[in-house]
Every structure is written in structure tokens, then in C-alpha cells.
């Protein structure tokens, strides 16, 4: 939904009394830049549900005392969408462009480099622990404080699902219940504060002196509490396209340098699981949208992991 010039004019004249709209540029239709009559320039994020605002909030609270990372500070918000009848978030200006619009112009090392950066940041942002695993605003009855917990009962959920819409055979079903029920023992005792999909249009980008680097992180009403094999796969995922491969590459680099727990680097070994619980994950939205071709599309993929995987254990 648009917002209209009057309603932007109202979120900036209640968050700042005295001061107004100049000027407002739609970048999406849930996303605009905001200049105001005092010189000062914002960003406000608009959103479907309270949810999404509120998460958006509860993540970057977290993450305002980290004033050296590219990340927006919170300004202003109504996660009820009173004012405007939508809720809102508004963020300090973070300036760059999005690596889906600017990657033909950066070469390999270019984004090697970047890579690089985007793992010591993301390694930064998963030192902030999360009280509990899951949606960052879970009620109190719905909180789980284990991974374990965590991961068995999304896993019985999405295959109960997948099993419901007849898209998995019931024999793998049961040989992933069992699988994940005997050998998933996570090592980390602690949930880590997620981006939640972080992907290239939510990476923005800056040139300086003919050299590009990571400007801004957004999209943070996605954010979720796991762990960073979560986020390494989801975001590998994102990129797998042949155009990031320097991307993956630094990332990976980057984010291994910054520590020496085997369980947080992005190893495959240590993502396997993760890997089978994304597929699983994306194999159920396939069928809740009845979308036949992805769905025969994860149906392959995840057969095909799943039977080197079984291989390789009688071998």
C-alpha cells in the first residue's frame, strides 16, 4: 500500500513537532526516503502487520549500542498503525543502493571484498544473544530456550504439513524424523540475533573513489533468534546465482576469521542439517501455493541430498 503525501507529512510532524515534509521519494511501495524541512533525512519502512514492525524494533534495539556497523538506528514507529492507519517504522538515513541494481559494476575482488565485510559484520551482529529461539516477540508461553526443542518441532511441523499435502514420501518423512531425533545434538547453548534473509536487494551498497563497499543491512522486520548456520544457509542460498561466487567466497572467509568455533563457521558439514531443514521449509511454502514446479524442483533436491547423506552414514 502507497502512502500518500498527507500521510507521510502527518508521521513526520508527529515524530518531529515543529518540523515537516519536504520532500519524499518512493523507493517501493513499502519503502520511501524522507527529506525534511530541517535539513534532516530519514528512511520509513511501512509494513502489512504489527508483527513485522515489531520485530523490526525488537532487533534494532538490539543492535543501537553496535554504532560502528551499517546499520539504520530506530527514530520513530507505530506498530499499531494508528497515525496513518499502517504501521511504521522510521530510520536514520543509511545511503547505498541495493547489489541486485549495482553487481554488473563490481569485479571479483570488488566482491570478494565486500564478502569479506558482510562476514565480520554478520559474525558481529550473532555475538548478541537471544533470551529464547524463534520469533524475537514470542509470548512467554511459546518461548523454547534449546535449539533442539526448537529444531525438532518446526521439523515435525513442516513435514507433518508436507506429508498432509502429499508432496514428501511418508518413508523419507519418517527417515528424517528419525535422523534428526537421533544424530542432531546442536553444540551452542545460546540463540543468536538473526537478520532472518539476508539476501543482495537488502544489502546496500556505496562507491567511494571508484571502490564499492557495504553501506547499509536492511530489512530487519525478518529477524529471527537461532543460529548462524541458519543464517549461512539462507543467505548462500540467496546467492547461489554464478554472479556471486566471489560474494560466497569472501563471506565465508570472512566470517571464519572472526572465530574459532567450528560450529559457527560456515561449514558445510556443520550446515547440513540446516541445509535439509531450509529445503523441507521451502518444499512446504511450494505446496501451500500448490506452485507444481518448485515443488517437483525441492521434491528432487531434497531426495538427492538426502540419499548421499544415507549413502555416506552406511559407508
Known amino acids: 500500500m502507497t502512502l500518500s503525501h498527507e500521510q507521510l507529512n502527518t508521521i513526520v510532524a508527529r515524530a518531529f513537532p515543529g518540523d515537516w515534509l519536504e520532500e519524499a521519494i518512493e523507493i517501493t511501495k513499502e519503502h520511501y526516503a524522507i527529506d525534511m ?3 534532516e533525512r530519514m528512511h520509513l519502512y511501512s ?3 504489527s ?8 532487533a534494532l534495539r538490539q543492535l543501537r549500542s553496535e554504532i560502528d556497523l551499517p546499520i539504520p538506528q530506530l527514530q520513530s514507529a507505530d506498530v499499531k498503525g494508528k497515525k496513518v492507519g499502517r504501521p511504521y517504522v522510521m530510520l536514520s538515513l543509511v545511503t547505498g543502493e541495493p547489489l541486485t541494481q549495482v553487481v554488473a559494476q563490481l569485479n571479483e575482488e570488488q566482491l570478494y571484498t565486500i564478502g569479506q565485510q558482510l562476514g565480520e559484520t554478520m559474525h558481529r551482529i550473532h555475538r548478541l544473544a537471544w533470551q529464547h529461539y524463534g520469533d ?7 518461548l523454547i530456550d534449546d535449539e533442539r526443542t526448537y529444531v525438532l518441532a518446526q521439523l515435525d511441523r513442516d513435514l507433518t504439513e508436507c506429508e ?8 523419507t518423512s519418517q527417515e528424517l524424523r528419525i535422523w534428526f531425533e537421533n544424530d542432531f545434538q546442536p553444540v551452542g547453548q545460546q540463540a543468536a540475533l538473526l537478520h532472518g534473509n539476508l539476501q543482495p536487494a537488502n544489502l546496500l551498497m556505496r562507491q567511494t573513489d571508484g571502490r564499492w563497499s557495504l553501506s547499509g543491512i536492511i530489512g530487519w522486520e525478518h529477524a529471527i533468534a537461532w543460529c548462524p548456520a541458519w543464517e549461512h544457509v539462507t543467505f548462500l542460498s540467496a546467492i547461489a546465482d ?3 561466487f566471489s560474494l560466497r567466497v569472501g563471506y565465508g572467509n570472512g ?5 574459532q568455533r567450528a ?3 560456515v561449514r558445510e558439514p556443520v550446515m547440513i542439517p540446516y541445509r535439509l531443514l531450509w529445503m523441507i521449509q521451502h518444499l512446504c511454502q511450494a505446496g501451500q501455493q500448490n506452485d507444481r514446479e518448485t515443488i517437483t524442483f525441492y521434491q528432487i533436491t531434497l531426495q538427492r541430498m538426502w540419499r548421499a547423506m544415507t549413502d555416506e552414514i552406511k559407508h
Open 255 to 259: 566470517y571464519d576469521q572472526q572465530t
Open 263 to 265: 560450529y559457527e563457521q
Open 47 to 49: 509494513y502489512d502487520t
Open 136 to 142: 524475537l516477540k514470542a509470548d512467554n508461553g511459546d
Open 164 to 171: 498432509q499435502l502429499n508432496i514428501i514420501p511418508v518413508d
Open 37 to 39: 524541512a530541517s535539513g
Open 51 to 58: 508483527e513485522q514492525a515489531e520485530t523490526a524494533i525488537a
Open 242 to 244: 554464478s554472479r556471486f
